[in-house]
């Protein structure tokens, strides 16, 4: 049975106006105003874990700082509220925030996970008569705009000796490209994982090309340069905690899968499919992580993608120490 005591405090760290801070073995439990807040934004997924064990809250406690949870569908849309100053800090894959950054957007990467080019591939139809990469010119594929596969598809064209514009594009978020790829609207479809381990899964997909040798695929984890300035501290301890988060997971994926299909509402063996080709490690982001993301970005202008050419030294990673 819950406390009073414990559902007082978690009302506290939701609501960012205090924290309770429970001393052991003291009879007189002292609360301490917080004198900060870490708004976190997030997707479904590893934050979400993290979220649930309240690991982040303990360790942050002590510094007189609460914390607030909002989630997302996309990385995209908590790019935005980042720009607008609604969160501190968030998730997402290696395109979002070059567009974000095209269009002003005051980001600092304060993480980056391993490189994982097997949760990302272009799917096909079973029985369908593309069997290479070559096969897709002309061919309708259906992608989220913005997002990582987006950068994935232009390099994978590439090294196939394809160009971007090779291909019908067609711009659908994840539910809706299901449905299309599933109904025959489209030729192909570039997905991440869990999504890519769903439609193996449920709708017999053949995978043509995971980023394996193409692009790193790697996930970031954002704040704005204001938050990064105040509070290094703050963020010092949050990449600590995901990252026991990402060790625990790589030593017991059969648990981890059972604990992510009740978060994102899957099939336990889809989540088993998607452990299996995961990599799991992540850490502050290094200058040399950060001209991976230059080279998305000058991509990108070369394509006509964003508006402008970016220099990220302004996004210069945030020493954490």
């Given at each position: 049975?819950t406390?009073?005591?414990?559902?007082?405090?978690?009302?506290?760290?939701?609501?960012?106006a205090?924290?309770?801070?429970?001393?052991?073995?003291?009879?007189?439990?002292a609360?301490?105003p917080?004198?900060?807040?870490?708004?976190?934004?997030?997707?479904?997924?590893?934050?979400?874990?993290?979220?649930a064990?309240?690991?982040?809250?303990?360790?942050?406690?002590?510094?007189g700082?609460?914390?607030?949870?909002?989630?997302f569908?996309?990385?995209?849309?908590?790019?935005?509220?980042?720009?607008?100053g609604?969160?501190?800090?968030?998730?997402?894959?290696?395109?979002?925030p070059?567009?974000?950054q095209?269009?002003?957007?005051?980001?600092?990467?304060a993480?980056?996970?391993?490189?994982?080019?097997?949760?990302?591939?272009?799917?096909?139809?079973?029985?369908?008569?593309?069997?290479?990469?070559?096969?897709?010119?002309?061919?309708?594929?259906?992608?989220?705009?913005?997002?990582?596969?987006?950068?994935?598809?232009?390099?994978?064209?590439?090294?196939?000796?394809?160009?971007?514009?090779?291909?019908?594009?067609?711009?659908?978020?994840?539910?809706?490209?299901?449905?299309?790829?599933?109904?025959?609207?489209?030729d192909?479809?570039?997905?991440w994982?869990?999504?890519?381990?769903?439609?193996?899964?449920?709708?017999?997909?053949?995978?043509?090309?995971?980023a394996?040798?193409?692009?790193?695929?790697?996930?970031?984890?954002?704040?704005?340069?204001?938050?990064?300035?105040k509070?290094?501290?703050?963020?010092?301890i949050?990449?600590?905690?995901?990252?026991v988060?990402?060790s625990?997971?790589?030593k017991?994926?059969v648990?981890?899968?059972?604990?992510?299909?009740?978060?994102?509402?899957?099939?336990?063996?889809?989540?088993?499919?998607?452990?299996?080709?995961?990599?799991?490690?992540?850490?502050?982001?290094?200058?040399?992580?950060?001209?991976?993301?230059?080279?998305?970005?000058?991509?990108?202008?070369?394509?006509?993608?964003?508006p402008?050419?970016?220099?990220?030294?302004?996004?210069?990673?945030?020493?954490?120490?």
């Amino acid at each position: 049975m819950t406390s009073p005591l414990h559902i007082r405090r978690r009302q506290f760290i939701a609501t960012g106006a205090a924290i309770a801070s429970l001393g052991a073995g003291v009879a007189a439990l002292a609360q301490k105003p917080a004198s900060r807040v870490l708004r976190i934004g997030h997707q479904k997924g590893w934050l979400s874990i993290l979220k649930a064990r309240g690991t982040l809250e303990k360790r942050l406690a002590p510094l007189g700082v609460g914390i607030t949870w909002t989630e997302f569908n996309a990385g995209p849309v908590q790019l935005e509220a980042l720009n607008v100053g609604a969160i501190d800090f968030g998730d997402v894959g290696e395109a979002p925030p070059i567009f974000a950054q095209a269009a002003g957007a005051p980001l600092v990467y304060a993480g980056a996970t391993v490189p994982r080019p097997r949760l990302e591939a272009v799917i096909v139809p079973k029985d369908s008569s593309i069997k290479t990469v070559a096969d897709l010119k002309g061919k309708k594929i259906a992608f989220n705009k913005g997002s990582n596969v987006q950068y994935f598809l232009v390099k994978l064209l590439e090294k196939n000796g394809l160009k971007y514009g090779d291909v019908q594009s067609v711009f659908l978020p994840p539910a809706d490209a299901r449905a299309a790829f599933q109904k025959g609207a489209v030729d192909a479809w570039i997905i991440w994982d869990p999504f890519l381990a769903a439609a193996q899964k449920t709708l017999d997909a053949r995978l043509l090309a995971d980023a394996t040798g193409v692009v790193n695929n790697r996930g970031y984890y954002f704040t704005s340069r204001d938050f990064a300035t105040k509070n290094t501290d703050v963020l010092k301890i949050a990449i600590e905690e995901i990252n026991v988060i990402d060790s625990w997971a790589a030593k017991n994926k059969v648990a981890a899968a059972s604990e992510l299909s009740a978060v994102l509402g899957l099939d336990k063996s889809i989540t088993e499919l998607y452990l299996s080709r995961a990599a799991y490690g992540t850490a502050p982001v290094t200058r040399e992580i950060l001209a991976e993301q230059q080279v998305i970005a000058d991509t990108f202008f070369e394509l006509k993608l964003i508006p402008k050419k970016l220099n990220l030294l302004h996004a210069a990673p945030v020493d954490l120490g």
